[in-house]
């Protein structure tokens, strides 16, 4: 079995902060946060959101902007000011011909300490790199530890950098890592490890995930995410604390148990109830079953098996 774990809001609290600003050729590290800004106005992406929120803890204002264009998977770009700027990852750069090569060694070292550094183009130029990060969720690691022990294989599939997000899988003991995925593969990605003949699990909480909620065996979805997520999922998880997911199969396992006692009980109860009440013994013994008999033995056996059900009221998981 696979269980298939977004990274961003699943594994993290969602919430993305900005730790450093790298400014390059010429740029200060001001302008870098400024354009970025402005740039993200228009997003509504949580890294977009988290330079928003850094530019204005430190009071800079955002520029004017037209010809706002978000590119999936990729990140964004606008006119600010009469200037073009790029804000994205690596691919999104190469697309429009601006080198990296020069930030390469830092962008490797940000991504090995488990952040994710953007890269701002502004016409046509390389001009910093704004490193951000995402806190993991207190409860990620032990729920990660308590899937293991139950023998399940857990993935994380990302549009993170690969080194990225294997800094994140070493830190919590994740098994694989699917990384630098595009929203609209995640799906596709589902239906190659479902081709294994694996049971799939898809865990996640953002609008992107959707399809791959949809197309798993089991779509799980966070109670603290998208409504999308939540309608596309089979179990929506109340909280958004990844140990419910472990407890969740404790209490299903339980459940199918119950369900099979309480089968194997009524099957006995009437395969020697139905031909008593029907007068099997009557020619050997006389004996008849009174319909009162009958009536309360019916009810005894409905309430034996509730009685039996509500025992998972006791159960501590």
């Known amino acids: 079995q696979y269980f298939v774990l977004d990274k961003t809001g699943t594994l993290t609290k969602g919430k993305p902060e900005v730790v450093n600003v790298i400014?390059?050729?010429?740029?200060?590290?001001?302008?870098?946060?400024?354009?970025?800004?402005?740039?993200?106005?228009?997003?509504?992406?949580?890294?977009?959101?988290?330079?928003?929120?850094?530019?204005?803890?430190?009071?800079?204002?955002?520029?004017e902007v037209k010809s706002f264009d978000s590119i999936t998977g990729k990140g964004v770009k606008a006119d600010v000011n009469g200037r073009q700027a790029y804000l994205g990852n690596v691919r999104l750069l190469s697309e429009i011909g601006v080198s990296t090569a020069d930030a390469s060694e830092k962008m490797t070292e940000l991504q090995?300490?488990?952040?994710?550094?953007?890269?701002?183009?502004?016409?046509?130029?390389?001009?910093?790199?704004?490193?951000?990060?995402?806190?993991?969720?207190?409860?990620?690691?032990?729920a990660i530890q308590e899937l293991h022990k139950m023998g399940r294989k857990v993935i994380m599939l990302t549009g993170d950098n690969e080194r990225t997000a294997k800094a994140i899988a070493r830190e919590l003991g994740i098994d694989e890592v699917l990384a630098e995925v595009l929203p609209q593969d995640k799906a596709n990605k589902i239906k190659e490890l479902q081709a294994q003949g694996g049971v799939v699990a898809m865990v996640g909480d953002g609008i992107n995930d959707a399809p791959a909620l949809a197309q798993a065996h089991i779509g799980i979805a966070m109670g603290t995410g998208t409504d999308v997520a939540m309608e596309s999922a089979g179990v929506t998880l109340m909280?958004?604390?990844?140990?419910?997911?472990?407890?969740?199969?404790?209490?299903?396992?339980?459940?199918?148990?119950?369900?099979?006692q309480n089968l194997f009980w009524a099957y006995i109860y009437n395969s020697l109830g139905i031909p008593i009440a029907a007068g099997v013994l009557y020619p050997f013994f006389g004996w008849l079953l009174s319909p009162i008999i009958a009536s309360a033995a019916m009810a005894i056996s409905s309430?034996?098996?509730?009685?039996?059900?509500?025992l998972l009221q006791r159960v501590k998981l």
Do not use: C
């Not at 550094?117 to 995402?134: C, E, F, K």
């Not at 309430?303 to 509500?310: D, Y």
């Open 23 to 63: 400014p390059l050729n010429g740029f200060d590290e001001r302008s870098v946060i400024q354009i970025s800004a402005s740039v993200e106005r228009g997003s509504e992406h949580p890294l977009g959101e988290a330079i928003v929120e850094y530019a204005e803890k430190l009071d800079i204002p955002t520029l």
């Open 239 to 260: 909280r958004g604390d990844l140990r419910s997911i472990p407890q969740a199969i404790k209490l299903s396992q339980l459940t199918m148990r119950k369900i099979k």
């Open 303 to 310: 309430l034996s098996v509730v009685g039996n059900s509500r």
């Open 112 to 142: 090995e300490k488990g952040q994710s550094p953007v890269l701002l183009s502004v016409d046509g130029q390389l001009a910093g790199i704004i490193s951000i990060a995402d806190t993991l969720k207190e409860s990620t690691k032990p």
